[in-house]
C-alpha cells in the first residue's frame, strides 16, 4: 500500500504508467492482430453458450427428409411427384408457410407413366415442365411455398445464371447524406429452380451462410443485394409470407446497413446486412418432424397447425451441417428455421454501433482505475480488488448479451487491467526498490555520520588517542579478514560485518568523555582511585550508545549492537580477569576480543605520555605470551601470520617514534 506520506511523484509515475499501458492495449483494440481477433470470437462464444436462452417459440417446426424417410420411400432425391405429395400433405395440416431447403435446377426425367415428352428447351432457352416438374408446381402454386436459391459472390459474374427470384418490396432511410449504392453483400444468382417451378411458387429466399474464419457460424447475411434488386434469406423470406408482410424498410447510416424494419418489428444488422443467429441451443431445439410420418398420415392434426415449417434433409451422408457456437453438427435447414423463431421471438443479438466506443472508453480506463486501487490499496489487495472487477466485467457483458442481447467485448477492457496491473507491478516494485535504495544510502549516510562524530567525539579528548584510533581501524580489518577464513569465525565475520567492525575499532575508547582530564593525561602512573575511574570507560561508553539508541526508539540494529560491544568488552580477559563484568572465553563478544589484541598491540608500539614505543617484535611476543589468557588463542595466531601487514601499518602511521628510533 502506497502510504500517505510516499512521494506523490512516485504515486504519479504510477498513474502515469497505468494511463500509457490502457493507451497501450486502446491503439492495439483499433487494429488488432489476428489472434486478438480469434480470441475475442472466442469470447463470444463462452458468453453465448453461458447465457440465459429462453425457449423457442413453438411456432416453427421442421420436416425432415431422415435416414427413416429415405429408407421407406426410396433413395433422394425423390421424384418431384413424391415431393409434391409431401408437400401437400404438409399444407393440409394447417402451416402458415413453408420454406424449402432445398434448390430443383435440373428437370425430373425420372420415368413417368403418362405418355406426355420427357423435358425439352423451349425458344427462348427454358426447360418445359416434365410431370414430376408440373405435379411439384402445381402444389407450389396453391400454398404459401418459399423455395431456396444460391447466390455467387466475387467477381466472375459471367458464371451466373438466369433465375425467376422474388426480392424484396424494400424502402431505404438512409441517416447520413452519402453514397447511393445499397450497403449489403453484393452477389449474383448461382443456382435456382427450374423457372417453371420457381414461378409457380409464390416466394424464394437464398441459403447462402458463410462461417468466420475460424469455420464457426456466428452470423449469416438477411438480406444481399444484386445491383439494384435485394433478396430476402430462405428464413426471412417465410417468415414474410406467413404474415403477408409489406412494408421492409433498410435503414442505413454512414457506416452501412443498421436495421430491417418489418412492418412495425424492428431486426438490427451488421453494415452488411448480417445478422447475429440467437441460437436456442443445439441440434434438436427447433421441434423436427419425420417426413415418414407425414406421409403416411401419423401426424398430429394440431402437430404443425399455424406453425412454420421448413423442409430439409438431414439423412446420413445428404445433409449439410454447419458448425455453431452451442454444435459441432448443426444441420442447415435448422439454421435457416432458427432465423425464423428468432424474427418471430423479437429477441435479437446485436452488436450496437457504439459498442467499439465504448469498449474503448473502457479500455482507456482500465489504467487509470488500476493505478489508483494499486495507489490505495497495494500490489496485493490491489490484485484482489482488480481481479473482481474483471469477473465483474466479465459477469456483466454475459448479463447484457443474455438479457439484453447486446455484445459488449470484455476482451480489451480485461487486457487493459491485466496490462496495466502488471506494469504497475513492475512500476511499483521498482518504485519501492528506489525507495528501498534511497533509504539504504541514507542509512549508510547516517552511519557514517554516527561513526564520524563518535570518533572526531574521541579525538577531541586527547590528540594522541586520536591518532590511535586511524592505526586501529586498519588493523582490525587486516585481522577481520584473515579470520574470515577460520571455522570459528567465518560465520561472524561476513564482508558487512568485517566492514562495520573496522569502521567501530576507533570508537572503542569513547567512554574516556566521561574520565576527568586530570586522569586522563597525567603522565604517571595511577593511584588505586584513578585505576577505577579509568576503568570506568567502557560502562560510560556502553551508556552514551544506550542511552542514544533508546532515545531515538531504535531497537535490534546491527551498528549499535557492534558499537556496545566494542565499548563495553574490549577490556575483557580471555581467562575472566578483565573488566568491567569480568566475561571469559566465548561469552566475551568476537568484536570484543577483536578490539582487546589490536588496542593492546597499538599501545605497546605507540608512545605514549607515560611511556615510550616498544620495537614491533617485542609487542607482537608480548601478545603472544598472553595467548589463552588475556586474548583468544585462534585471534593470537591470526596475529602471528599479519604481523608483516601490522608493522607496515604501524610505521607508516605511528607518532614520530619508530622501532628503529626507540629500540
Not at 7 to 29: M, N, Y
Not at 218 to 223: E, F, K, Q, T
Request: with cysteine; net charge neutral.
Amino acid at each position: 500500500m502506497i502510504s500517505r506520506d510516499s512521494d506523490p511523484r512516485g504515486v504519479w509515475r504510477l498513474v502515469v504508467w497505468g494511463v500509457l499501458a490502457s493507451l497501450l492495449v486502446a491503439a492495439i483494440s483499433l487494429r488488432p492482430p489476428s489472434l486478438l481477433g480469434y480470441v475475442d470470437q472466442r469470447i463470444y462464444d463462452v458468453l453465448l453458450r453461458s447465457a440465459h436462452r429462453a425457449a423457442v417459440t413453438g411456432r416453427v417446426a421442421i420436416v425432415d427428409l431422415d435416414d427413416r424417410t429415405l429408407a421407406k420411400f426410396g433413395r433422394w432425391p425423390w421424384p418431384r411427384e413424391r415431393l409434391a405429395q409431401l408437400l401437400a400433405k404438409i399444407q393440409r395440416l394447417g402451416v402458415v408457410s413453408v420454406g424449402l431447403d432445398m434448390v430443383f435446377p435440373e428437370p425430373d426425367e425420372t420415368p413417368s407413366s403418362s405418355a406426355e415428352p420427357a423435358a425439352r428447351k423451349s425458344p427462348d432457352g427454358e426447360f418445359t415442365l416434365t410431370p414430376h416438374d408440373a405435379a411439384l408446381a402445381a402444389v407450389l402454386a396453391r400454398g404459401p411455398f418459399v423455395l431456396g436459391f444460391g447466390l455467387g459472390f466475387g467477381a466472375d459474374r459471367e458464371a451466373r445464371v438466369p433465375c425467376v427470384l422474388h426480392p424484396l418490396r424494400l424502402a431505404y432511410v438512409r441517416q447520413s447524406a452519402g453514397s447511393n449504392q445499397v450497403p449489403l453483400f453484393q452477389a449474383w444468382p448461382r443456382l435456382c429452380s427450374l423457372p417453371g417451378l420457381a414461378r409457380a411458387a409464390p416466394g424464394s429466399g437464398f441459403l447462402n451462410a458463410a462461417p468466420d474464419r475460424d469455420g464457426i457460424l456466428r452470423r449469416m447475411p438477411l438480406v444481399i443485394a444484386d445491383e439494384e434488386a435485394v433478396y430476402p434469406s430462405l428464413g426471412l423470406a417465410t417468415v414474410i409470407m406467413a404474415f403477408g408482410i409489406r412494408r421492409v424498410v433498410l435503414r442505413t447510416n454512414d457506416v452501412g446497413a443498421e436495421s430491417l424494419a418489418l412492418d412495425d418489428l424492428v431486426v438490427p444488422l451488421d453494415a452488411k446486412g448480417g445478422f447475429l443467429l440467437a441460437y436456442r441451443g443445439g441440434k434438436g431445439t427447433i421441434p423436427y418432424v419425420s417426413a415418414a410420418d407425414v406421409l403416411d398420415d401419423r401426424v398430429t392434426p394440431t402437430a404443425l397447425r399455424d406453425r412454420l415449417v421448413f423442409v430439409g434433409v438431414t439423412a446420413l451422408g445428404i445433409r449439410d451441417t454447419v458448425v455453431t457456437p452451442l454444435d459441432a453438427t448443426y444441420p442447415g435447414v435448422e439454421l435457416h428455421a432458427t432465423v425464423a423463431d428468432s424474427i418471430l421471438r423479437g429477441e435479437f443479438l446485436s452488436r450496437p454501433r457504439a459498442a467499439p466506443a465504448v469498449e474503448l472508453l473502457l479500455t482507456l480506463l482500465a489504467g487509470p482505475i488500476a493505478a489508483l486501487v494499486v495507489v490505495v490499496a497495494g500490489v496485493t489487495w490491489g490484485a484482489a480488488i482488480l481481479g473482481a472487477l474483471g469477473v465483474g466485467l466479465w459477469l456483466g457483458a454475459g448479463w447484457l448479451l443474455g438479457a439484453k442481447g447486446i455484445f459488449l467485448s470484455p476482451l480489451y477492457p480485461l487486457a487493459g487491467l491485466a496490462v496495466s496491473f502488471t506494469a504497475l507491478t513492475v512500476a511499483s516494485v521498482l518504485l519501492e526498490r528506489g525507495r528501498a535504495d534511497w533509504t539504504a544510502w541514507r542509512l549508510r549516510q547516517t552511519r557514517e555520520l554516527l561513526l564520524h562524530s563518535l570518533t572526531s567525539l574521541t579525538g577531541t579528548r586527547d590528540h594522541e588517542t586520536g591518532t590511535h584510533l586511524l592505526r586501529t581501524q586498519q588493523y582490525m580489518q587486516v585481522l577481520c579478514e584473515e579470520l574470515a577464513h577460520h571455522p570459528r569465525f567465518r560465520e561472524f565475520l561476513t564482508p558487512d560485518t568485517i566492514d562495520l567492525v573496522a569502521r567501530l575499532a576507533p570508537i572503542h575508547d569513547i567512554g574516556k568523555v566521561g574520565v576527568p582530564d586530570i586522569v586522563l593525561r597525567k603522565p604517571g602512573p595511577l593511584t588505586d582511585e584513578e585505576w577505577e575511574q579509568m576503568r570506568r570507560h567502557p560502562e560510560f561508553g556502553h551508556q552514551v550508545i544506550a542511552d542514544a539508541e533508546r532515545r531515538a526508539g531504535i531497537r535490534h540494529d546491527v551498528l549499535l549492537r557492534l558499537a556496545k560491544d566494542v565499548v563495553s568488552t574490549h577490556h575483557e580477559r580471555w581467562d575472566g580477569t578483565g573488566y568491567p563484568k569480568g566475561l571469559k572465553g566465548e561469552a566475551i563478544p568476537i568484536a570484543g576480543r577483536l578490539v582487546a589484541v589490536v588496542d593492546v598491540y597499538d599501545a605497546l608500539v605507540s608512545k605514549r605520555v607515560y611511556k615510550e614505543a616498544l620495537p614491533h617484535e617485542v609487542a607482537v611476543r608480548m601478545i603472544v605470551e598472553k595467548r589463552g589468557t588475556h586474548f583468544d588463542p585462534d585471534i593470537v595466531d591470526a596475529v602471528v601470520r599479519v604481523e608483516t601487514e601490522w608493522r607496515r601499518i604501524s610505521e607508516s602511521l605511528g607518532d614520530g617514534a619508530t622501532d628503529s628510533m626507540h629500540p
